[in-house]
């Protein structure tokens, strides 16, 4: 599990999570492709606290599919019964091309996948529950979803790292999933393709400005000594008030805010034994609002 799941051992024994590369031809835009399989018939929903990235998702699950911008608070999503979601997560500035206006849009809200993909989205949604069925009982019915009302309504409610973690990759092989290794590789191969086909369907030219946003946030994570939005300015050689429309622009949030969650992953000195354990700075996690979806 990554550190967007907060608790994981508890985690992993609720539910598994794969986590695959994207084709050399979708790799400028897309981070990663994450899929989470649960089963949980005869035991009690699962709560699950999500700590939130600053990259947009596109996520199939049972209940439809949904672009989900950047949830700027911690929030926990509800598992039952048996279900699998699949979804995709772009890197961090580089959903903007795609969207072809302000990310900001996005923030804190999902809106229907068929918003930008048209009736092929709900198509592809089809096909990749009918490959998911494939993996050995890892099937979805009506009421297995990750959330009721994934994909719903444009104001439902911004879960951005919806279905598990964005960044909860890696390959889990622990907990909650009935589907043989094998059978489930294939099934996400053929789940894969078909999200691959759908994106390529409408794949814009690269954005030399969103692949540097990218490498920018990339920087922000990797630097601990990074603080403040002037210290960033003087690093890119960009103004703080360019810095900060070119964040709401691509990504959807201020580079502070994403100063403020990488330091959730840092831990201080003096860690509580959670926070040894997890790498994650429980003082300013506990400080963030929670959303329930």
């Given amino acids: 599990m990554g550190r967007g799941v907060l608790r994981p051992e508890e985690a992993a024994t609720r539910f598994r999570l794969a986590r695959h590369s994207p084709s050399e031809a979708l790799a400028p835009f897309v981070d990663y492709y994450w899929i989470p399989r649960w089963d949980l018939r005869g035991k009690p929903p699962y709560a699950q606290t999500i700590l939130p990235h600053p990259n947009v998702h596109l996520v199939f699950e049972a209940s439809g599919a949904g672009i989900f911008g950047v949830n700027r608070r911690l929030f926990t999503r509800s598992l039952s019964g048996l279900g699998l979601a699949f979804g995709v997560r772009f890197l961090a500035g580089c959903f903007r091309p795609f969207w072809q206006a302000p990310i900001s849009q996005l923030t804190d809200r999902v809106v229907p996948a068929a ?83 759908l994106l390529c369907s409408v794949r814009p030219e690269r954005d030399r ?25 003087a690093a890119s050689g960009m103004t703080a008030r360019s810095l900060q429309r070119l964040f709401a622009d691509y990504v959807g949030v201020s580079p502070k805010w994403v100063m403020r969650r990488a330091g959730c992953t840092r831990p201080r000195s003096g860690p509580t034994a959670a926070s040894r354990s997890t790498g994650l700075c429980w003082p300013r996690i506990s400080a963030m609002p929670t959303r329930r979806t």
């Fill in 115 to 197: 918003r930008l993909f048209g009736p092929q989205a709900e198509k592809t949604r089809q096909a990749i529950m009918r490959a998911s069925a494939g993996s050995a009982d890892a099937g979805v019915s009506a009421d297995a979803g990750v959330s009721a009302d994934a994909g719903g309504s444009a104001d439902a409610g911004g879960s951005a790292d919806a279905g598990g973690s964005a960044d909860a990759g890696g390959s889990a092989d622990a907990g909650g999933s009935a589907d043989a290794g094998g059978s489930a590789d294939a099934a996400d191969a053929r789940m894969i393709g078909y999200a691959e086909a």
């Fill in 209 to 233: 400005m969103a692949e540097q946003v990218a490498a920018l946030v990339s920087y922000i994570t990797a630097d601990p000594g990074l603080r403040r939005v002037n210290q960033l300015a």
